[in-house]
C-alpha cells in the first residue's frame, strides 16, 4: 500500500520560493504522482503530476514557468518547487498517488487519484 507524508509548508513572503515534499513509501514504481492545493472554502485545485516510471509531466496551465515537480529516485520523495508566490497560492497542499494507467491529463481531477498525503499549509503573506 502506498502511503504519502507532506512536508516544506510554512509562512513565507510574497515574492519567496518554498519547496514541499512528499515521501513515498510502498510499491510506487508504477504510479502517477500529482500535487493539488485547496483554499479555505474552495476545491482542491490540480497543480502537476509526475509519472514514476519515465518522469513524463503534466503541468496546470495557471503554474506552468512558476511551479516544477520533480522527483528523487533514491530518496523517494517527489518536490513541489515554487516560486514568485502571492496570497492567492495561500493553501493546504496535498500531495496525491494512482496507478499510472492513462496519460498525465487524466490525473488533473481528484477523483483520478487512490491515495493522499495528509496535507502541509502555505501562507503567503503579501
Known amino acids: 500500500q502506498v502511503q504519502l507524508v507532506e512536508s516544506g509548508g510554512g509562512l513565507v513572503q510574497a515574492g519567496d520560493s518554498l519547496r514541499l515534499s512528499c515521501a513515498v513509501s510502498g510499491r510506487f514504481r508504477s504510479y502517477i504522482m500529482g500535487w493539488f492545493h485547496q483554499a479555505p472554502g474552495k476545491e482542491r485545485d490540480f497543480l502537476a503530476n509526475?509519472?514514476?516510471?519515465?518522469?513524463?509531466?503534466y503541468y496546470t496551465e495557471a503554474v506552468k514557468g512558476r511551479f516544477t515537480i520533480s522527483r528523487d529516485n533514491a530518496k523517494n520523495t517527489v518536490y513541489l518547487q515554487m516560486n514568485s508566490l502571492n496570497s492567492e497560492d495561500t493553501a493546504v497542499y496535498y500531495c496525491?498517488?494512482?496507478?499510472?494507467?492513462?496519460?498525465?491529463?487524466?490525473?488533473?481531477?481528484?477523483?483520478?487519484?487512490?491515495?493522499w498525503g495528509q496535507g502541509t499549509q502555505v501562507t503567503v503573506s503579501s
Open positions: 509526475i509519472r514514476w516510471s519515465d518522469d513524463t509531466i
Open positions: 496525491a498517488a494512482a496507478p499510472a494507467v492513462f496519460s498525465g491529463s487524466y490525473y488533473s481531477t481528484p477523483r483520478s487519484y487512490i491515495v
